[in-house]
């Protein structure tokens, strides 16, 4: 079993590396200063003051919920909200994260960001089903640039990579 999980990881380490082949990188704007002041880069963002978010119960669980026992089942919320990214597609104005939340209020919350370069959370949903079975809460959020928040007819990820930091810090913020 340890060679076919070898080989299979190493396949898909291969096929990962050669999507972000193709993934082009966003042209630098401005001057880069944020490296030269990183205080004044970060007092800059939003992160200080994050947008406000709604939450919609999703009624209807996933499938794997029913393998939990009824007292530690989660509750499964979907977040969403605006976005400041940069652009003005879909994407880059909305902001969308689902949550598996334990009901013990002590319970570990891990956050599972997705991948780059792969065109849909299975990864991540796998993850989150593993991780809130062993009683932790999971939220999986979907990147600027990514699934949901993509650009329209582009691949997935395209736009998220860029060599200025002020274009990262609004991608990532």
Do not use: C
Request: proline share 12%.
């Amino acid at each position: 079993m340890g060679i076919i999980n070898s080989r299979l990881s190493r396949a898909v380490d291969g096929a990962v590396l050669w999507r972000l082949g193709l993934i082009s990188v966003a042209p630098p704007s401005g001057d880069g200063d944020g490296l030269l002041d990183p205080e004044a880069f970060w007092s800059a963002s939003r992160v200080a003051t994050p947008a406000p978010l709604s939450a919609k119960l999703v009624r209807t669980p996933p499938p794997w919920a029913r393998l939990v026992a009824r007292s530690e089942r989660p509750t499964f919320i979907d977040l969403f909200g605006p976005s400041q990214g940069p652009g003005d597609h879909w994407g880059a104005t909305n902001l969308r994260a689902h949550l598996a939340l334990n009901p013990r209020p002590d319970a570990p919350f891990v956050l599972l960001l997705h991948g780059y370069a792969v065109p849909a959370p299975w990864y991540e949903e796998r993850q989150m089903q593993l991780l809130a079975r062993r009683g932790f809460s999971v939220g999986r959020l979907d990147m600027p640039f990514h699934l949901s928040r993509r650009l329209p007819r582009h691949a997935p990820g395209s736009g998220f990579f860029s060599s200025d930091p002020a274009r990262t810090l609004a991608v990532l913020a």
